[in-house]
């Protein structure tokens, strides 16, 4: 069964620095989304990964995905308060007609002024 | 383009009763899926929905159900309701390729 974990769980970062967020998975996958949530709001897409060494940037926000290593990484740079949120990585299941998302555990990020 | 819809957007029921959330996908998607969100956890898979059929299903009892109608859009009802059932539902919609899912807004169900 394919098992998605996220580092760390919680990240409590002050404005201006950066860091990274760690999203590992278990069995092989090509695909991989990272969506933000706002507190009691639901999930916004972030970014969409579909192949080994893609990498994409939105604003102070970069994502890389390297197949191989079952691993993407979220990287924040020179942080600010408005990114305080819970990011997940999602990663797609393959079974032919059952083909399902399966979340990571998500990281509650809190930026500090 | 207007997104994912759902409602109501808040739901108290009681012990016992059943609960029904409806969920409206973005036009020309053609699969819907369910997600429970309790307090402390993430994201679990309930339901997939696609051309009316139920495709996949998550670890969860049989008294969470649901139907996807000809139009697309899709109903999950909750019977027996019990006080862990307490959540947000998110409700996200997919056509088939490229397979991105975009959510709606939620419904919280609380139940007492």
């Known amino acids: 069964e394919l098992k998605v974990e996220q580092n760390p769980l919680f990240l409590s970062m002050q404005e201006g620095k950066n860091y990274t967020i760690y999203c590992n998975y278990s069995t092989t996958s090509d695909r991989l989304y990272w969506y933000r949530q706002d507190p009691g709001k639901s999930l916004e897409s972030l970014f969409v990964l579909l192949s080994n060494g893609a990498v994409k940037q939105e604003g102070r926000l970069m994502a890389s995905l390297d197949t191989k290593a079952r691993l993407s990484t979220l990287h924040i740079t020179a942080a600010v308060h408005d990114l305080s949120a819970t990011y997940f990585c999602a990663v797609v299941l393959y079974g032919g007609a059952t083909n399902k998302l399966i979340f990571g555990t998500g990281t509650l990020l809190a930026v500090q002024p | 383009e207007a997104g994912v819809t759902q409602s109501p957007t808040h739901l108290i029921k009681t012990r016992g009763q059943q609960a029904t959330l409806r969920c409206s996908p973005i036009?020309?998607?053609?699969?819907v899926y369910w997600y429970q969100q309790a307090l402390g956890l993430g994201l679990q898979f309930l339901l997939w929905?696609?051309?009316?059929?139920?495709?996949n299903r998550g670890n969860f009892p049989p008294r969470f159900s649901g139907r996807q109608f000809p139009n697309y859009s899709s109903e999950l009802n909750v019977n027996a309701l019990e006080l862990e059932d307490s959540a947000l539902y998110l409700c996200?919609?997919?056509?088939?390729?490229?397979?991105?899912?975009?959510f709606g807004p939620g419904t919280r169900l609380t139940v007492t």
């Open positions: 929905y696609d051309e009316g059929e139920e495709r």
């Open positions: 996200a919609s997919s056509s088939l390729t490229p397979y991105e899912q975009y």
């Open positions: 036009s020309g998607h053609t699969s």
